[in-house]
C-alpha cells in the first residue's frame, strides 16, 4: 500500500500495466488531454477550482469528476482560478472487445463525488463513491489483477495490508497494487467514513476472499453490474 494526501501537487500515485494515476496542479489556462485514441478509460475529478473538459459545454466544479470512454480523445483546461485534478487511467492492457464483460461506456459521464452516488461498473473501471457507517469493517479481500484506489474525503478510515495498519485522517488517498490483501474499516464510534474509489480494471473475479484457514477464495464469477 503507498499512502498520499489529497493536498499534494503534481505527484504520480501509480503508474503500471493496469493504471496511472495522478494529482496535478494546473495553472489558469493549462491544459491536459489525451491525443490519441487508445484503449485507456480516464476518470477526472476535480478537487479545486474549474475544469473545462472539450466535449462539455459546463465546467467541472470541485467535488465533480468526468468518466471518459475508451479511445475517446480528449482535452481539459483549468479555469481562471486554476484547478487541481485527479486522474485516473485504466490501461487495461489484454481488454478484448470481443470477450467484453458488460456495455462499453457510449459518451463521457458526469457525476457528483457526494454520499449516495453508488458505483458504476465497465469492463475498464469499477469506481465513484462507498458510505461505511460507523465501526463498519469490509471483509479482508484482494482484487486479482487490479489496481485499487481509495482517496477517504470525509471520516477516518484504518486500512490494515499485510505490511501496514494504518489510521488515516481524511484527505488520504491509498493505492492497492493488484494481489495485495487488504482491510478497510471506518475508525469512527459516531461518524461515517466517506471515499471515491477506483478499481482498474473491473475483472472476473471482482474480489478474492480468504476461507476459515486463510486459503484464497472465489465466491462470485459474475461480473458486477450497475444495480
Known amino acids: 500500500m503507498d499512502i498520499f494526501s489529497i493536498h499534494h501537487d503534481d505527484v504520480v500515485l501509480c503508474d503500471t500495466p493496469l493504471s496511472y494515476a495522478e494529482l496535478r496542479r494546473l495553472k489558469a ?25 472539450a466535449f462539455d459545454e459546463a465546467p467541472l466544479w470541485a467535488m465533480q469528476g468526468v468518466h471518459i470512454p475508451a479511445g475517446a480523445l480528449w ?39 457526494a454520499d449516495g452516488l453508488g458505483l458504476t461498473y465497465t469492463d475498464y473501471f469499477r469506481s465513484r463513491v462507498l458510505n461505511f457507517a460507523p465501526q463498519f469493517a469490509a471483509e479482508r479481500h484482494f482484487h486479482e489483477g487490479a489496481d485499487e484506489l481509495f482517496w477517504f474525503y470525509q471520516g477516518t478510515a484504518r486500512v490494515t495490508t499485510p505490511q501496514q495498519d494504518a489510521v488515516l485522517p481524511a484527505g488520504s488517498i491509498i493505492v492497492n497494487p493488484a494481489g495485495e490483501w487488504h482491510i478497510i474499516a471506518n475508525a469512527s464510534a459516531d461518524q ?14 471482482s474480489h478474492t476472499f480468504f476461507d476459515d484457514e486463510g486459503r484464497p477464495v472465489v465466491r462470485n464469477m459474475a461480473p458486477l453490474t450497475r444495480p
Open 75 to 113: 482535452s481539459a483546461t483549468a479555469g481562471a482560478s486554476g484547478a487541481k485534478v485527479l486522474r485516473i487511467d485504466s490501461r487495461h492492457p489484454d481488454f478484448d472487445p470481443a470477450r467484453a464483460l458488460m456495455p462499453a461506456l457510449p459518451t463521457p459521464e458526469r457525476f457528483e463525488i
Open 29 to 53: 489556462g493549462e491544459s491536459i488531454a489525451n491525443p490519441s485514441a487508445g484503449r485507456t478509460e480516464t476518470i477526472l475529478c476535480v478537487v479545486e477550482g474549474e475544469l473545462a473538459v
Open 192 to 205: 461515517p467514513l466517506r471515499m471515491f474509489l477506483t478499481v482498474a480494471p473491473n475483472r472476473v473475479p
